[in-house]
């Protein structure tokens, strides 16, 4: 199953976006997914993840203004993010772990919010 991230741009700080992941095939492959971002230079770090039941994990910088959820009718996964930052700035995947304990990531979207 092949993951596709879409839905980056250039946003103005306090503005929202809405990242889409779409899978090839049964989402219901992946245990549990996530959104990761990376910045230039940096390392990937979770911003957010959701099981197959529902249970979200936030990353503490995100907390409160992104929103990570899953439909699994359309096999994809969506980051609702509002209240950017420029901090929030960065090349965001989406990543799947199968039941196998495999990743999976999607290319990158970028997100690029200015001041």
């Known amino acids: 199953v092949q993951l596709q991230a879409s839905g980056g741009g250039l946003v103005q700080a306090g503005g929202f976006l809405r990242l889409s992941c779409a899978a090839s095939?049964?989402?219901?492959?992946?245990?549990?997914m996530g959104w990761y971002r990376q910045v230039l230079g940096g390392q990937r770090e979770m911003v957010a993840t959701?099981?197959?039941?529902?249970?979200?994990v936030y990353a503490d910088p995100v907390r409160g203004r992104f929103t990570i959820s899953r439909d699994n009718a359309k096999n994809t996964l969506y980051l609702q993010m509002n209240g950017l930052k420029p901090e929030d700035t960065a090349v965001y995947y989406c990543?799947?772990?199968?039941?196998?304990?495999?990743?999976?990531w999607g290319p990158g979207t970028l997100v690029t919010v200015s001041s």
């Open positions: 095939g049964d989402i219901l492959t992946f245990k549990n």
């Open positions: 959701i099981t197959t039941g529902g249970s979200t």
């Open positions: 990543q799947g772990l199968t039941i196998h304990n495999f990743n999976r």
